[in-house]
């Protein structure tokens, strides 16, 4: 399921729609320092549910929107949308391509779309997580990464081949079965006690 195409819109220094098509191979963006390369990769890890505004260079998440220039007022939303060719299906959806997209105003939270129809963040991670990857998979490697994966101890590095291996989107379900049994028994409790002072 290879990315066909980036759209950027409103996002970090990417003030007007700019389409980034991607074709068959290596693709290699350059461009002088500053000149916004390391946030074309920040606007894919965005889109793909990262939730540290840290992580993307920012105090809060509402710093990914366009904050303005020398010659332009600053703008009220961004949104990032990736394309994927899915005729391989290797994302688990029917469609022969498929458009995950997030948007956020300056005023409110983010809110994300597969094919255009309104999702939970929950929903556009497991749509990556099923195929293996994440916001913070290999398949995305930013500047200081490799260092940091060969420092790395062995148990961070096992979370790498876990992910790799889809073994994580197990975990994450596992670990919401164990937080929905710990609601049903702390529910269980609450029934019990009501039981002993009615009876
Ligand atoms: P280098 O080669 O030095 O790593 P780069 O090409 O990767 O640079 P980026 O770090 O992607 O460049 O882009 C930095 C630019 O993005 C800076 O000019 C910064 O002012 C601009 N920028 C970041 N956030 C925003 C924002 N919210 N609004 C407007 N511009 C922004």
């Known amino acids: 399921m290879p990315l066909t195409e980036l759209i950027i819109n409103g996002f970090k220094s990417f003030a007007d729609e700019t389409t980034i098509h991607f074709s068959k191979g290596i693709t290699g963006i350059v461009g002088p320092n500053g000149s916004g390369k390391s946030n074309i990769t920040e606007a894919i890890r965005w889109v793909m549910g990262e939730a540290s505004a840290k992580s993307l260079r920012g105090s809060n998440m509402k710093d990914v929107i366009f904050a303005g220039s020398d010659t332009r007022p600053p703008l009220n939303r961004a949104s990032v949308t990736l394309v994927f060719d899915n005729s391989d299906h290797g994302l688990s959806m029917d469609s022969e391509q498929v458009a995950v997209s997030r948007r956020i105003l300056r005023a409110g939270e983010s809110e994300y ?12 991670r497991a749509l990556f997580l099923d195929s293996g990857i994440s916001q913070n998979s290999l398949a995305i490697i930013s500047q200081g990464r490799v260092d940091q994966i060969l420092n790395s101890r062995p148990e961070e590095r096992r979370v790498i081949f876990e992910e790799a291996a889809g073994v ?11 937080l929905e049994l710990e609601r049903t028994n702390d529910n269980l409790i609450r029934i019990n006690d009501l039981v002993k002072e009615l009876s």
């Open 113 to 124: 779309l597969i094919n255009n129809q309104q999702v939970r963040l929950k929903d556009v």
């Open 168 to 178: 994580l989107h197990f975990k994450e379900q596992k670990h919401e079965a164990e």
